[in-house]
C-alpha cells in the first residue's frame, strides 16, 4: 500500500473551488491525459454515481471506474478509483482559509491488486505523488486564472 497527502493553497472562495471540482466539463482543463468520461449510474459526482474516466499518457491507455463514496457540498467529496492493477481511495477535503482563499487536501491511498502494481508502488512512489500534485497545479491555474491544459495540446 503507498498512502501520502498533497495540499495546495487556491487563492479563490471554497464554494468556487468546490463546485469546479464537481463540474465534469471543467476536468478536462486541469486533468492532464483525460480524454473521455461515460456515465454508468447515478447522479454525476453524488453519493454512488459511477463513471468511467478514460486516459492517454502517451502510447499508454488507461481507464478508471470512478464512484463516489462521500460529498458533502464546499467541504469533502471522496472517490474511489479502480482498475485491474490498481485501487485508489480519494479523500479531498476544502478549507476556507478566509472568504477568498482555500486550501485544497487530496489524502491517497493506493492498494495493489497484482504484484507488479506492488513492485510498481514500491519502485516508483514518487511518480503517484507528483502526478498529484500536477493534477493540484493545473486545478489551481484553471480556477485562479483560467489556463486550461486543454489549450495547450
Request: glycine content about 4%; proline content about 3%; hydrophobic content about 35%.
Amino acid at each position: 500500500m503507498l498512502s501520502y497527502t498533497s495540499e495546495i493553497i487556491i487563492n479563490k472562495p471554497v464554494a468556487t473551488c468546490f463546485s469546479t471540482i464537481v463540474n465534469l466539463d471543467s476536468m478536462k482543463h486541469w486533468q492532464d491525459g483525460l480524454i473521455s468520461i461515460e456515465h454508468i449510474s447515478g447522479t454525476p459526482r453524488e453519493i454512488g454515481s459511477i463513471m468511467i474516466l478514460n486516459y492517454q499518457f502517451g502510447n499508454r491507455k488507461m481507464k478508471l471506474t470512478e464512484s463516489v463514496t462521500h460529498r458533502e457540498n464546499n467541504t469533502a467529496i471522496h472517490f474511489n478509483f479502480d482498475t485491474k492493477m490498481m485501487h485508489n481511495v480519494q479523500k479531498n477535503s476544502f478549507e476556507a482559509i478566509d472568504e477568498t482563499t482555500t486550501k485544497w487536501t487530496s489524502e491517497n491511498e493506493f492498494f495493489p491488486r497484482s504484484f507488479s502494481s506492488r513492485i510498481m508502488l514500491f519502485l516508483i512512489p514518487k511518480a503517484f505523488k507528483k502526478q498529484t500534485q500536477k493534477y493540484l497545479t493545473n486545478f489551481k491555474n484553471y480556477v485562479e486564472n483560467g489556463t486550461s491544459i486543454a489549450n495547450q495540446k
